[in-house]
């Protein structure tokens, strides 16, 4: 059966002629499910979101629900909520639909939410670059005040809570949710370490706060929409929901396909709804959740046991769209963000490219990830001018060992990664680059670095 | 404190509705410091830059040192300490865009707006640069100017994008309009 996609989060927004204010939003059934949030207890609002099994879509794919648990209620200190529209890893660009074609979505998530958590004030933290994306929730945000939906006693619940817009600077980091706690409090955003910042005891101001995705925002409202028991119906046990497959690079139809988690595979993802490679090219590999996310290489088996105690035996064109399914593959889900790089693609460059990328945003803090992500950096980009040993193959590997692990954040981890993960698989193209360019010969003309 | 291009020329002062919307900003907040970086923004939006004044006032605003606001000027890669060009051209470097040709796409730029990347051109019409990952990799190659995101910039239509960009700067409303769905840029 041919993959078929399930809109939930991008029902609204695909609709022709679906505007982003707030009539626009109460036609389609907006605010309908705040309305029932309030008239439940916080607690029980809490419960449903639990139930409901929702992973949170900012890449690590936390229980939603777990998380709001973890908050400090005992300390009297005010609790925030701070959502994290970021949006800044490489092939990532689900967010930026939501903020600037249904911002009320995420709106309506977050006066749920901080019901939930009873947050009286919220920030969104958004990217920098995301100009009039901040100018539309701005204005999002002054309708559902006037209508009651945000500000002071909401829907005469007795309730409040005030959301402000917070622009970033273009600093991937920021997207760490304690390097963004400390860049929202005016500050360089260096990610703090843990224990004990701990965002849900100690996070901004040092208050207990709960920093979710933006999508994650979106997805809370449609788990009360539906009730945590019904939605939890939605995908398969253990991931709920859809994820929004925001695909991009090398494939006929690149673009952001919404699909129940676990109902389609990678093969029908890449070759039914992506239209498959670009013509008389093969797909070679694919990055599934963004860059930070291990690289998987068409061709590869991948065998093991899920922990259902189901065995599998996979080509990669077989791995189940959900996350528990592809982190038994060796990688992760991540932000869904999915990389297609075909056979013109020289892996060195592609490499590179990406170790650029993570020499450029480290925030300096840690000495691993400063030295390492620069050193990886410039050794990848030396095998694609000319100057490369064999060597440094295994020299690329030995850096990247050396930051895994050793950081503050997982910057480290998003730097070392996209290495470990790429020199086993692609170790005799690389050295097969280094020697072409040793003897002079013509190389892949996609230049990427 | 590094010395910008300004210091030669005195920065012309930030206009009376830029001070006049400080105050609001940080009541927007329970502690005045977190008010630095709309702070920051709002001036670079009057100016184009931030200079040492710049950042002395708000430091005032917010009860820090100036000190402590270079630091964040120099963390974040949107502020500037130095003018730029009528036009600022943001061109996607990351893998998804690059995997579309933005490199190329880079190249043919520098030739059509006689700018090199990381430069402004001699006409002062244009600053040109690579950026990271701007969150739109499935419309690559992508470029960001000023507020206006442009989709799938092919490296061959170069000439004529920058023919386009030309045209804006005779255009004083361009990028000041929230975006348009179906339009090229409708992004923003």
């Known amino acids: 059966m041919p993959a078929v996609e399930r809109p939930l989060i991008y029902a609204n927004l695909r609709k022709p002629g679906y505007t982003v204010d707030i009539d626009c939003y109460l036609r389609n059934g907006g605010y309908e499910a705040l309305k029932k949030a309030v008239a439940l207890k916080p607690d029980e609002v809490c419960k449903e979101v639990e139930v409901s099994g929702l992973r949170g879509r900012g890449g690590a794919g936390f229980p939603t629900g777990m998380k709001w648990k973890f908050l400090d209620r005992k300390s009297g200190k005010p609790a925030y909520l701070v959502v994290n529209a970021d949006e800044s890893e490489p092939g990532t660009y689900k967010d930026r639909q939501i903020i600037y074609k249904d911002p009320h979505q995420m709106l309506e998530g977050i006066a749920i939410t901080a019901w939930a958590i009873q947050a009286k004030q919220a920030f969104i933290y958004i990217r920098g670059e995301f100009i009039h994306g901040a100018k539309i929730l701005e204005r999002a945000i002054a309708e559902a005040k006037a209508k009651g939906f945000l500000g002071q006693n909401i829907l005469g619940s007795g309730y409040s809570c005030e959301v402000v817009i917070h622009r970033g600077g273009g600093c991937y980091v920021c997207g760490e949710e304690t390097g963004l706690i400390e860049s929202l409090e005016g500050k360089r955003g260096y990610p703090r370490i843990k224990p004990p910042y701990f965002p849900a005891v100690l996070g901004l101001y040092n208050c207990p706060t709960i920093v979710n995705n933006a999508e994650t925002m979106a997805q809370v409202k449609h788990v009360l929409a539906f009730g945590g028991a019904e939605f939890a119906k939605i995908g398969i046990p253990g991931d709920s929901g859809t994820h929004i497959w925001g695909v991009s690079g090398l494939v006929k139809r690149p673009g952001l396909y919404e699909i129940e988690a676990g109902k389609a595979t990678f093969g029908e993802l890449l070759y039914d709804l992506c239209g498959g490679p670009l013509d008389g090219r093969t797909i070679k590999a694919i990055i599934p959740g963004g860059s930070s996310t291990k690289i998987l290489k068409v061709g590869e088996r991948f065998k093991g046991m899920l922990a259902n105690g189901t065995e599998f035996d996979w080509a990669l064109e077989d791995i189940p769209l959900d996350s528990n399914s592809i982190a038994a593959c060796g990688t992760g889900l991540g932000t869904g963000g999915t990389i297609v790089i075909d056979d013109s693609v020289e892996m060195i460059q592609a490499l590179s490219n990406l170790n650029a990328f993570y020499a450029h945003e480290t925030c300096g803090q840690c000495t691993p990830c400063r030295e390492g992500s620069l050193w990886l950096s410039r050794v990848s980009k030396r095998i694609t001018t000319g100057g490369g040993l064999e060597t440094d193959v295994p020299l690329l590997l030995d850096i990247a060992n050396q930051v895994a692990g050793r950081t503050i954040c997982a910057h480290g981890e998003a730097v070392a990664w996209p290495v470990q993960s790429a020199v086993p698989k692609f170790k005799d193209e690389y050295l097969e680059s280094i020697r072409k360019r040793q003897k002079g010969e013509a190389v892949p003309t996609l230049k990427l670095i | ?188």
Not at chain 2, 76 to 89: D, E, F, K, L
């Open chain 2, 1 to 188: 404190m590094h010395d910008s291009p300004s210091s030669s020329a005195p920065a012309r002062p930030l206009k009376p509705e830029t001070l006049a919307k400080a105050p609001a900003i940080i009541a927007q907040y329970p502690q005045q410091r977190s008010a630095t970086m709309p702070l920051l923004h709002l001036v670079q939006e009057d100016r184009g830059y931030i200079t040492k004044e710049d950042m002395t006032w708000v430091a005032s605003l917010v009860g820090v040192t100036p000190m402590q606001v270079l630091e964040v000027v120099t963390f974040y890669p949107m502020y500037r300490q130095s003018p730029i060009g009528r036009r600022h051209v943001r061109v996607c470097r990351t893998l998804s865009c690059a995997l579309r040709g933005s490199y190329a796409l880079m190249e043919n730029l520098e030739q059509s707006l006689n700018c090199k990347r990381g430069e402004t051109s001699p006409d002062g019409d244009f600053t040109l640069e690579f950026v990271e990952c701007i969150a739109d990799c499935g419309c690559g190659p992508v470029v960001h100017v000023d507020a206006s995101m442009h989709e799938n910039v092919k490296p061959e239509d170069a000439g004529k994008f920058a023919a386009q960009l030309k045209a804006t700067l005779k255009d004083p409303s361009y990028g000041l309009n929230p975006p348009v769905p179906g339009t090229p840029e409708w992004n923003g």
